[in-house]
């Protein structure tokens, strides 16, 4: 008997601490990857960050009732986008012009060079800032079984890293 109590105790506290690693706020970054991977699902076969228009024979994916709740993740996130994109736009407005080059001193074109890849290290590491800071946005989970994730005919074959993208949002 005892030993059917630490087995249940050691399966809850094990549940709980799953949990709690999904209790942790996405930061942006995940929120986009999440976003991208949404919109992947549009239709079948359709790669994660396509932007291309879908076919007009395109097969959908059978989604069922989670389809709603794909729109509504898709609506709540796409302003994340935007607002990152937002963020550096205006970061990259207030760096310093490039330098001229000066086709008289073929040095100047080394110091342009070096001017620019500052510049666009300032711009990754301003990004990297961005996309670190958590997400205000918590998208609601969908449930693997509403997936249907497989390869059957009444499954969906969604591409591995659309389905690496969505991961946080699936409860298994």
Known sequence: MKCLAIIGLATALTSISAHAEDAKPLTIEQCINILGGL????????QLNDASKPPADAKQYKLGPARM??????????????????????????????????????????????AAAALNKKAAENW?????????????????????????????????????????????
């Open 69 to 114: 709740t794909v729109a509504l993740n898709i609506s709540a996130l796409s302003p994340v986008l935007t607002a990152a994109r937002t963020a550096q736009g205006g970061f990259l407005r207030e760096l310093p012009p490039l330098p001229e080059a000066d086709a008289k001193n073929p040095s100047s074109a080394a110091a342009r060079d070096d």
């Open 39 to 46: 919109n992947s699902l549009s239709y079948a076969g359709q």
């Open 128 to 172: 990297q800032i961005i996309i670190g800071k958590p997400c205000n946005v918590t998208p609601a989970h969908l449930r693997a079984s509403e997936l249907k994730i497989g390869d059957g005919p009444d499954e969906n074959a969604f591409p591995v890293p659309v389905l690496g993208a969505i991961w946080p949002i699936v409860d298994r």
